[in-house]
């Protein structure tokens, strides 16, 4: 399933609807990486929060949980509040077994 596509302004997509979720270029971030995850989000990603089955949830993301591994942002897509929590808990477990942290952030969600 793809983004229905919204307003666009100077040839870049505005806003899409996902699964009756309006989602707004401007609730990402500026920079760089703000501008990563809307491309993932409005191209259609889906989201890698992963089930008890062991398999990742699969549903159209609205927007990214980011964060930081030896120096390279990773950003995986969530569907989700419930699924952006799952992803961080995943991901700070895995990185405290291997003696690590990092900081958490999410994009798609307004500024501070």
């Given at each position: ?83 952006h929590r799952k992803i961080i808990q995943d991901v700070r477990r895995d990185l405290e077994a291997q ?14």
């Open positions: 399933m793809t983004p229905e596509l919204g307003r666009k302004t100077a040839g870049s997509t505005e806003s899409i609807l996902i699964r009756g979720i309006l989602v707004r270029r401007s609730e990402f971030g500026k920079g760089h990486l703000g501008e990563t995850s809307w491309q993932l989000i409005s191209g259609g990603a889906t989201c890698g929060a992963i089930g008890q089955s062991g398999n990742p949830c699969g549903n159209p993301g609205i927007g990214t949980t980011d964060f930081d591994v030896l120096g390279d942002a990773e950003l995986v897509p969530h569907c989700n509040l419930e699924h003696g690590r942290n990092t900081v958490f952030g999410r994009n798609g969600f307004g500024r501070a």
